[in-house]
């Protein structure tokens, strides 16, 4: 499964604070009326669990459980500091 995770999006989730042992979790959510039909990507500091995949962007631990890959499958996520906001390619969605 691949998705992508600019540096921008890393460089921001580092000023999370996270405790031992925990990642960022990456989950489907539904959000009502959405550009992408009512879903988007939740993210959320957690602990990752057995069968949960785990990916490495730039030295940040990503994990998402196996019922959101249809979600992120291909997803491409920014960040553009100027703006403030979030930029997130679902084509899983399209």
Request: aromatic share 12%; with cysteine.
């Amino acid at each position: 499964m691949t998705f992508s995770i600019t540096d921008s999006v890393v460089k921001l989730y580092r000023e999370i604070d996270l405790n031992e042992g925990e990642a960022i979790r990456l989950f489907a959510r539904y959000a009502g009326s959405t550009s992408h039909g009512g879903y988007s990507v939740g993210v959320i500091p957690a602990m990752p669990g057995d069968g949960d995949q785990i990916h490495e962007v730039s030295g940040l631990t990503f994990f998402f459980r196996p019922d959101d890959e249809w979600i992120l499958e291909e997803m491409k996520l920014d960040y553009d500091e100027t703006e403030d906001i979030f930029y997130c390619d679902l084509p899983a969605l399209a």
